[in-house]
């Protein structure tokens, strides 16, 4: 079955940097899209990059310039390197996998898999 990880988060404080992680398997990775979404306490769950086969990328206008998306195919692996971290980021980053379809927007009901997510902590 289809399996995600992250791994990854912790705290940091302002201005910080990250990387996150995502182990996939189960399926053959890089067939359609993958993505990074978050949730903060208390707010819906929100998109945050999305990356394709064709390793083109999307971002949310909040994080652009702050967050790469990549991938390994290889590893079968998802990335974010988040730079110059804020508070606002604090929350759970789960990354998802659309293995039906995909458009490459940061649209979380194209993804059909979960991960159990990472807590990012950004303290000021």
């Known amino acids: 079955q289809v399996q995600l990880v992250e791994s990854g988060g912790g705290s940091v404080q302002s201005g910080g940097s990250l990387r996150l992680s995502c182990a996939a398997s189960?399926?053959?990775?890089?067939?359609?899209?993958m993505g990074w979404f978050r949730q903060a306490p208390g707010k819906e769950r929100e998109g945050v990059a999305v990356i394709d086969s064709d390793n083109s990328t999307s971002y949310a206008d909040s994080v652009k310039g702050r967050f790469t998306i990549s991938q390994d195919n290889a590893k079968n692996t998802l990335y974010l390197q988040m730079n110059s971290l804020k508070p606002e980021y604090t929350a759970m980053y789960y990354c998802?996998?659309?293995?039906?379809?995909?458009?490459?927007?940061?649209?979380?009901?194209?993804?059909?898999?979960w991960g159990q997510g990472t807590q990012v902590t950004v303290s000021s």
């Open positions: 998802a996998a659309a293995v039906v379809w995909c458009s490459g927007a940061i649209d979380r009901r194209q993804y059909q898999y």
């Open positions: 189960g399926y053959t990775y890089s067939s359609y899209c």
